[in-house]
């Protein structure tokens, strides 16, 4: 099951850096996890300060 990030991510991009399979890109106000990439490793939940990254 793929990760997804919500409306409470304050665009600080410490998940990106930390996707082995660069699921993550930036938008305009937050970033998003590309679910056909995402591998479930969770790498991206464990580093997010405002724990906006859950499992769908």
Known sequence: MAYKISEECINCGACKSECPVNAIS?????????????????????????QAISEE
Do not use: F, K, N, R
């Open 26 to 50: 930036e938008q305009t106000d937050m970033h998003v996890i590309d679910a056909g990439l995402c591998i479930s490793c969770g790498a991206c939940a464990e580093v997010c300060p405002a």
